[in-house]
């Protein structure tokens, strides 16, 4: 390659990468924006009700999420963290089970399938009386309720990316001899993998609105718990203060998920 062809290649390379960061900047100053407004339409609002017990200024929030932080709330975020882990862990692993048998065996899916499509739009609320009947008012409510809704997600988009498989892979599989296990674990695993992955992201969703509306209703711990705690005393700006945090922590789990999405999908130009 000529000197004229490398310094053209640099300068390609140095402009990409320049066009690369503008955008970043864009899109975080966008996002900045948007939080911006939304406090300002909060801090409207509030004044235009003029009733601070019922809706608390932002700054009232921020006051209060500090006398938060350096207090109970730790034990109170650990709590929902392991419900969520515990859950999730039992969704996920459930759905995904569900999904590959299914696959496996076509008799099975004929079965499993429609218990799925009866169960799936029901929501994991609509099971909080049978949960306290079973386990009443303890951890394994927000567990059980987390496990439910996260399973669909997953169970669906895994079994959707399964179909979508290329067939001339798995013919090519079978005609090298791969014995069935193989299959599953080298062709149609990776193959489905971004829908395996879209799917977690979905079951994450719903199962941290489980949680949160399992241990409003039914936990002894946990940010949900807190918010009924506070409730209680009509301590509304610590009330906000909490969903504050729910969210912000929902917004950083997500992100790790992607991020996760991200690296595992580098070979799919749609990820990339």
Same mark, same amino acid.
């Given at each position: 390659m000529s000197p004229a062809n490398v310094k053209v290649t640099h300068g390609a390379t140095r402009a990409g990468? !320049?066009?690369?960061? /503008?955008? !970043? /900047?864009?899109?975080? *100053?966008?996002?900045?924006? &948007?939080?911006?407004?939304v406090v300002l339409i909060w801090s409207l609002v509030g004044r235009l009700l003029a009733h601070p017990s019922l809706l608390p200024s932002p700054v009232a929030v921020l006051g209060a999420l500090r006398v938060l932080l350096a207090g109970e709330i730790g034990a109170d975020i650990l709590a929902s963290i392991v419900h969520l882990a515990a859950g999730y862990s039992i969704g996920v692993v459930i759905g995904l089970l569900l999904a590959v048998l299914c696959a496996r065996f076509e008799n099975l899916d004929v079965f499993i399938e429609p218990v799925i499509e009866v169960l799936r739009p029901i929501s994991a609320i609509a099971w909080i009386p049978i949960a306290l009947l079973m386990f009443g008012v303890s951890e394994s409510v927000p567990i059980f309720l987390i496990a439910y809704a996260a399973t669909f997600p997953i169970f669906v988009n895994t079994l959707d990316g399964v179909r979508r498989l290329d067939r001339l892979l798995l013919n090519a599989a079978r005609s090298l001899g791969a014995s069935g296990n193989f299959i599953v674990t080298h062709v149609v695993i990776p193959g489905a993998l971004p829908y395996v992955l879209t799917g977690a992201r979905l079951s994450l969703g719903v199962a941290w609105m489980a949680m949160v509306a399992g241990e409003l209703v039914g936990g002894d711990a946990g940010l949900g718990w807190r918010i009924m705690?506070?409730?209680?005393?009509?301590?509304?700006?610590?009330?906000?203060?909490?969903? /504050?945090?729910? &969210?912000? *922590? &929902?917004?950083?789990a997500d992100a790790a998920l992607r991020g996760l999405q991200r690296r595992l999908l580098g070979w799919n130009p749609v990820e990339s």
């Open positions: 990468r !320049a066009r690369h960061l /503008l955008l !970043a /900047l864009r899109s975080v *100053l966008v996002s900045v924006a &948007g939080i911006v407004a705690w506070y409730q209680e005393f009509f301590a509304m700006d610590k009330v906000m203060a909490i969903i /504050l945090v729910i &969210g912000v *922590l &929902g917004f950083v």
